[in-house]
């Protein structure tokens, strides 16, 4: 893995004020992670677990502090720019997979190709090389609701992944699935970090999901208090 780490927060804070209420959703973490780590988030709910991917990923501004992506300010990015970089750098897969329900699996893994304004003949192409991937050969033309909660999620990851990420961040990527499929998502996120070396950062409650990391981290009341590595 390279020095330089792909992720550095730095003192960075985050603040909602709810009515009369403060809620310090961050307090002053500071991070580093090299490229193509895996690590793993973990923590009781309201700790600041999701608070944290929104704001090191740019979905969200810190109320103070900074993360940098490959050495890049995210602070010093209006939104525009952080939309560019995130669309270009950046994968994202959710507990609850987004699929748009009326386009077919290939047209949803391609998507964030056509948005970036990738010719469609080679959108579909490099789409149908993500499905291989994930091991969806022959459920191309199929739309969500035909597709097992495994298979959409699959679907998901070879969406995150089809724009060559240099960063893949997941939310309790395996919230929605069983025992079973929880495993198999996971076996499939740690060939791919091994095989892409994309870096991955994944906020998860499950401890079998969160021992295939490199790395676990432990939040509670906003900070990381506790890091532990694989053997």
Not at 11 to 39: F, Q
Request: hydrophobic share 40%.
């Amino acid at each position: 893995m390279a020095d330089e780490p792909i992720i550095r927060g730095i003192d960075a804070h985050k603040t909602y004020n709810s009515g009369p209420v403060t809620v310090h959703a961050l307090r002053g973490v500071n991070l580093e992670i090299p490229r193509g780590e895996m690590v793993a988030i973990m923590g009781p709910s309201g700790c600041g677990k999701t608070t944290l991917l929104n704001c090191f990923s740019g979905l969200d501004d810190l109320t103070s502090g900074d993360v940098q992506i490959e050495g890049v300010s995210l602070s010093g990015m209006d939104d525009d720019a952080k939309s560019r970089y995130r669309s270009r750098r950046m994968g994202f897969v959710f507990q609850s997979y987004n699929l748009l329900p009326v386009l077919t699996a290939a047209e949803n893994v391609e998507l964030p190709l056509l948005v970036a304004k990738v010719p469609a003949k080679d959108a579909r192409r490099k789409a149908l090389v993500l499905m291989e991937q994930v091991e969806l050969n022959g459920w191309a033309g199929h739309k969500p609701a035909q597709l097992s909660a495994g298979q959409q999620q699959r679907v998901a990851i070879a969406r995150a992944l089809v724009n060559d990420p240099a960063i893949v961040w997941a939310d309790e990527p395996t919230g929605n699935l069983d025992s079973e499929t929880s495993a198999q998502i996971m076996d499939l996120l740690v060939r791919l970090n091994r095989e892409q070396r994309q870096t991955l950062v994944l906020v998860t409650h499950d401890a079998i999901v969160s021992s295939r990391a490199h790395r676990i981290l432990r939040m509670r009341n906003g900070q990381i208090v506790e890091e532990t590595r694989s053997a």
